[in-house]
Every structure is written in C-alpha cells, then in structure tokens.
T-cell receptor
Framework: DGGITQSPKYLFRKEGQNVTLSCEQN?????MYWYRQDPGQGLRLIYY???????QKGDIAEGYSVSREKKESFPLTVTSAQKNPTAFYLC???????????????FGPGTRLLVL | AQSVSQHNHHVILSEAASLELGCNYS??????LFWYVQYPGQHLQLLLK??????LVKGIKGFEAEFIKSKFSFNLRKPSVQWSDTAEYFC????????????FGSGTRLQVQP
C-alpha cells in the first residue's frame, strides 16, 4: 500500500514542550514538504527538502525544525519557541516527472496539534 | 514572491447549480497551476493541474479549469454540482523560480444544499 503516512493523527503539547510529527512516504519521491493549515489562511510552507541531508526554510519556519536523514522520512519538530502551534500540519511529497519543473505534490492525512 | 488570491471565501449553492471558483496569481513568468480539494474529514486531494498546452484542463469528478495567462487566472468550474461536492477547494501555484514548493490561496468553502 503506497502513500504518505503521518502520525499521530492528534497530538497534544504542553507549554514549553517540544513535539515531533512523523511523516513517511514509500512513493520513492525525492522532495518532501511541511505545510501548516489554519482556518481561512490556506496552507503555508514551513520547511521543504529536495534531497536527503538537505532542507530549506519556508515562509513560516520560526519555531520549527526538521531533519532528512532518509529519503522516506521527514519529521517535523515543533519547538517551545513556536508560540502559536495549534494548527493542522500537512506533509507532502513530490517527484519530477516528464521534465524539469513538472511535478505534482501529494499530501498525507495530516496531524492536528493542540496545546494543553 | 508569488501570491494566490481566492476571492470567494464561502459559496453556497443548490444541487444542479453551476459552479465557478475564482483563482488569480501574481507572477509574470512560467507557472504550474493546481486545484486541490479537501472533503470533510479527508486529506487534500488533487483535482486537476496545468503544466502547459491546452489551457482548458479537465480533472476528476467533472471539474475543469481554464488558464487565462493574460488575466493571471485559473478558475475552477463544474456545470452541475452535487451534494457530495461539499468541501474546501484550494488553488495553488508553483512558479519556475527554483523553489519547488507550492503557494496556496486561502481556500473556498463550498456548501451544496440538497
């Protein structure tokens, strides 16, 4: 069964706590992404990685960190520095097919993070 | 930096009505364009995409979109909506700037009444 899996489905964070969201894909995609979804704001890019051991900040990277040690995995850590972490977090992956700049992103089911 | 505008935030239609959701982007160069849909309780799914060629793109479930380069628009259409089309719809752009990530609009919540 191929696809993108995210765990957990719901995550609760206490004040001052770091939490890590998991994202795994078995699609053999080279690029992976983390987006944050808030009501009425669409999706905003947190971090992305085009290749193992390399990643770039997106538009709202402050308070987040990532790693890309394996092609299949791109975990996101929400640190205590992120003051408003309550949101729906979506992981995506993509691969170029049919030529440069031709790629489609596919999304996982998401993790909803709530602050206690 | 590119941006995407979806001017219709909440649309309410009756079944069998026609649908058009607006999407405008701000980038003067080459773009790839996408519409994604998020049904209640489900994850984001690709409806259709435009890379090049015929500006009228057909997607799943009877949806289509037209790329009008001169208007920087990529509006989504469906001739006759069903109750099952109730969902949130997102327009997204990938500009050929070397950054492979998408820029999303704020989304349009569509409610179809039976």
């Amino acid at each position: 069964d191929g696809g993108i899996t995210q765990s957990p489905k719901y995550l609760f964070r206490k004040e001052g706590q770091n939490v890590t969201l998991s994202c795994e894909q078995n699609l053999n995609h080279d690029a992976m992404y983390w987006y944050r979804q808030d009501p009425g704001q669409g999706l905003r890019l947190i971090y992305y990685s085009q290749i193992v051991n390399d990643f770039q900040k997106g538009d709202i990277a402050e308070g987040y960190s990532v790693s890309r040690e394996k092609k299949e995995s791109f975990p996101l850590t929400v640190t205590s520095a992120q003051k408003n972490p309550t949101a729906f977090y979506l992981c995506a992956s993509s691969i170029m097919a049919g030529g440069p700049f031709r790629e489609t992103q596919y999304f996982g089911p998401g993790t909803r993070l709530l602050v206690l | 930096a590119q941006s995407v505008s979806q001017h219709n935030h909440h649309v309410i239609l009756s079944e069998a009505a026609s649908l058009e959701l607006g999407c405008n982007y701000s980038y003067g160069g080459t773009v790839n364009l996408f519409w994604y849909v998020q049904y209640p309780g489900q994850h984001l799914q690709l409806l259709l995409k435009y890379f090049s060629g015929d500006p009228l793109v057909k997607g799943i479930k009877g949806f289509e979109a037209e790329f009008i380069k001169s208007k920087f628009s990529f509006n989504l259409r469906k001739p006759s909506v069903q109750w099952s089309d109730t969902a949130e719809y997102f327009c997204a752009v990938n500009a050929n700037t070397g950054r492979r990530a998408l820029t999303f609009g704020s989304g349009t919540r569509l409610q179809v009444q039976p």
